[in-house]
């Protein structure tokens, strides 16, 4: 079946470091991918996607990259800020006649520090 | 908009005893999803709907129940509460139409459950 591999957490990293989440799939056909982020007591937002291969997705300083040969999408951000704490997910999903699906990853806890 | 929202936010039930949790969403999205997150575990999908009408088990059903009353608001019911039920549940809504292509998930806020 479907699946979504990435690193565990805590990664604790110092205001202005740069950050890498790796995130690797498995999946029958052309999924879609995404990083959701989870702050604190609330629920999921998105945070980028990426429909096709070779496709970055891009938001608040976050980028990923679609690489169908090496079905990973990994997460970075050139210069993290402590507001950047939170959890982030991984998740793909491929468009059925039965809806969205999404399979997610098991999250992995970001703590910035000063 | 409020987008996705969920009631109640927190609930604390007795083994054996009965809820419903309820979900409703103003974005004309045709798919809803009922999800339990779990630590360590990410969040695994219960049920879903693909369009009102219709609904799907999903990765976890077993001690769950949905009903789509319509196409705003999708109901998830625990019929006798079991201590492995404790999590957060998180409501999700998805999509004008299948042919929009468009398959953006958007989650409610959460409800924290403890079955004790």
């Known amino acids: 079946g479907d699946s979504v591999t990435q690193m565990e957490g805590p990664v604790t990293l110092s205001e202005e470091a740069f950050l890498t989440i790796n995130c690797t799939y498995t999946a029958t056909g052309y999924p879609s991918l995404f990083w959701y982020v989870q702050y604190p007591g609330e629920g999921l937002q998105l945070l980028l996607k990426?429909?096709?291969?070779?496709d970055k997705g891009s938001n608040k300083g976050f980028e990923a990259t679609y690489r169908k040969e090496t079905t990973s999408f990994h997460l970075e951000k050139g210069s993290v800020q402590v507001s950047d704490s939170a959890v982030y997910f991984c998740?793909?999903?491929?468009?059925?006649?039965?809806?969205?699906?999404?399979?997610f990853g098991t999250g992995t806890q970001l703590k910035v520090e000063l | 908009n409020a987008g996705v929202t969920q009631t109640p936010k927190f609930q604390v039930l007795k083994t054996g005893q009965s809820m419903t949790l309820q979900c409703a969403q103003d974005m004309n999205h045709n798919s809803m999803y009922w999800y339990r997150q779990d630590p360590g575990m990410g969040l695994r999908l219960i049920y879903y709907?693909?369009?009102?009408?219709?609904?799907d088990k999903g990765e976890v059903p077993n001690g769950y129940n949905v009903s789509r009353l319509n196409k705003r608001e999708f109901s998830l019911r625990l019929e006798s509460a079991a201590p492995s039920q404790t999590s957060v549940y998180f409501c999700?809504?998805?999509?004008?139409?299948?042919?929009?292509?468009?398959?953006?998930?958007?989650f409610g806020p959460g409800t924290r459950l403890t079955v004790l």
């Open positions: 998740a793909l999903t491929l468009l059925t006649g039965g809806g969205n699906k999404l399979t």
């Open positions: 709907s693909a369009s009102e009408g219709t609904t």
């Open positions: 990426a429909t096709k291969a070779d």
């Open positions: 999700a809504s998805s999509g004008r139409g299948l042919e929009s292509g468009t398959d953006t998930q958007y």
